[in-house]
Nanobody, 122 residues
Framework: QVQLVESGGGLVQTGGSLRLSCAAS????????MGWFRQAPGQEREFVAR????????NYADSVKGRFTITRDNAKNTMYLQMDSLTPEDTSVYYC???????????????WGQGTQVTVSS
């Protein structure tokens, strides 16, 4: 089992930045692809970014490409999401996830964190 805990969310103004962290425990994440998803009230959970097991491959949703950066540090068992140039449309609960396959879809992940709220004010 892998336990995931997100942190780093909060309230920020338009144009600001936040860095989310996803700390894993219970098992090393070095064998897993990792991803970030987000879910706004009344909407489905949507893909944000993913990273392969060694960090050499990354993939982003078009809506965040060029503004968000996903990275991982397997030695620290932690994944990150640097979010820059934030807009109110980025307001959501952000979830990290781990899976052996990893994909653009929630079904590609086996383990999920509890989520962290990101609110961007206009």
């Amino acid at each position: 089992q892998v336990q995931l805990v997100e942190s780093g969310g909060g309230l920020v103004q338009t144009g600001g930045s936040l860095r989310l962290s996803c700390a894993a425990s219970g098992r090393t994440i070095s064998n897993y692809a990792m991803g970030w998803f987000r879910q706004a009230p009344g909407q489905e959970r949507e893909f944000v970014a993913r990273i392969n097991w060694n960090g050499r491959f990354t993939n982003y949703a078009d809506s965040v490409k060029g503004r968000f950066t996903i990275t991982r540090d397997n030695a620290k068992n932690t994944m990150y999401l640097q979010m820059d140039s934030l807009t109110p449309e980025d307001t959501s609960v952000y979830y990290c996830a781990a899976g052996l396959s990893g994909s653009l879809y929630t079904t590609g992940y086996d383990y999920w964190g509890q989520g962290t709220q990101v609110t961007v004010s206009s």
